[in-house]
């Protein structure tokens, strides 16, 4: 493993970083601190989220990292970056100002993956395949946009697979979205419980659970203004975002002024009533960092609101 302290900026040559990603998860801060020099080179790199994590951490009562190997979001970011990072200076896309732009980052997200796949498979993080694909074929191939899914009534939680990432997203967004989802929604928290390998085109997929969520069906579906008022609470506000063209709440979009988080996809299934009681809980939204070179900066662009500056790093 390289040393952690970050060297000069050197257009053509390899940032530092494990190169196959191990022990990664113990150079995290360098790896952090690599991001922000690779951004300042106006080069792709997942801006860190741990100041955000900082603002809403006081509030969270459960982690949701870990599964039941020890294996964590958190520590599967830190490979990601290893081995997304490593790339030379030269062959990380520049940071995208416009959508169609974020096509690009797939060497930089082949990369990660590659990063992310060596270490399961080191860790003993790899699930048997054809395990998960039996239980989803029992219960219907269910699923969305995003995940294959099946519910283990035993273990009381939903089992989703990633099989594609929305939003012209990476790998590495999805596990930083995991991240923030047990910041804001500890009560929903994701559990990452490995990876599977597809044994044809060697994919790497990960495996998350979530707790079942006890669905109040008997009342009317949660309404937006009650949705505002919920993430009101929080220190969201809504926005309109630019949808099939036009400007609405086709995204069901609420933003964080202070950190710069955008959380959105809060419509009436995502947003769910627990019965007997007037809470109402937040199931699968989607959750970004709004900073240079998202899709989420991107977006709000779209509508004026301007870019927040990448975070300042103490010491750095």
């Known amino acids: 493993m390289r040393d952690c302290k970050v060297p000069d900026p050197e257009p053509e040559g390899r940032p530092f970083g494990a190169r196959d990603g191990s022990g990664s998860d113990r150079v995290l801060p360098g790896l952090t601190l690599q991001a922000f020099q690779i951004?300042?080179?106006?080069?792709?790199?997942?801006?860190?989220?741990?100041?955000?994590?900082?603002?809403?951490?006081?509030?969270?009562?459960?982690?949701?990292?870990?599964?039941?190997?020890?294996?964590?979001?958190?520590?599967?970011?830190?490979?990601?970056?290893?081995?997304?990072?490593?790339?030379?200076?030269?062959?990380?896309?520049?940071?995208?100002?416009?959508l169609r732009e974020l096509s690009r980052l797939g060497p930089l997200d082949r990369a990660g993956r590659k990063a992310i796949a060596a270490w399961a498979e080191g860790s003993g993080f790899v699930l048997e395949e054809g395990r998960f694909n039996g239980f989803w074929d029992s219960q219907g191939r269910r699923g969305g946009a995003e995940h294959q899914v099946y519910y283990d009534p035993d273990l009381g939680r939903w089992f989703k697979r990633l099989f594609y990432c929305v939003n012209s997203s990476t790998l590495g967004d999805y596990l930083v979205r995991m991240r923030l989802h047990a910041a804001l929604f500890p009560e929903t928290a994701y559990r990452l419980e490995g990876f599977t390998i597809n044994s044809r085109n060697?994919?790497?997929?990960?495996?998350?659970?979530?707790?079942?969520?006890?669905?109040?069906?008997?009342?009317?579906?949660?309404?937006?203004?009650?949705?505002?008022?919920?993430?009101?609470?929080?220190?969201?506000?809504?926005?309109?975002?630019?949808?099939?063209?036009?400007?609405?709440?086709?995204?069901?979009?609420?933003?964080?002024?202070?950190?710069?988080?955008?959380?959105?996809?809060?419509?009436?299934?995502?947003?769910?009533?627990?019965?007997?009681?007037?809470?109402?809980?937040?199931?699968?939204?989607?959750?970004?960092?709004?900073r240079k070179g998202t899709w989420a900066a991107i977006k709000l662009a779209e509508v004026g609101f301007p870019t927040p500056p990448d975070d300042v790093i103490a010491g750095s």
């Not at 801006?47 to 809403?56: G, I, R, S, T």
């Not at 459960?62 to 970056?81: I, P, T, W």
């Open 202 to 290: 060697k994919e790497v997929a990960p495996v998350v659970s979530q707790p079942h969520v006890e669905v109040d069906t008997g009342r009317p579906p949660v309404t937006k203004l009650e949705t505002d008022d919920l993430m009101a609470a929080m220190g969201f506000a809504p926005v309109q975002l630019m949808h099939n063209g036009v400007r609405d709440d086709g995204y069901f979009a609420y933003l964080h002024p202070v950190t710069g988080v955008l959380v959105h996809d809060l419509h009436d299934e995502n947003v769910v009533r627990i019965p007997e009681t007037d809470d109402l809980a937040i199931i699968d939204p989607c959750i970004a960092l709004a």
């Open 39 to 98: 951004r300042s080179n106006h080069r792709h790199a997942i801006h860190p989220v741990e100041a955000a994590l900082q603002y809403f951490r006081a509030r969270a009562e459960v982690s949701g990292d870990k599964g039941h190997g020890g294996c964590g979001f958190e520590e599967a970011e830190g490979h990601y970056r290893a081995g997304a990072q490593w790339l030379r200076l030269s062959e990380i896309p520049q940071l995208a100002e416009q």
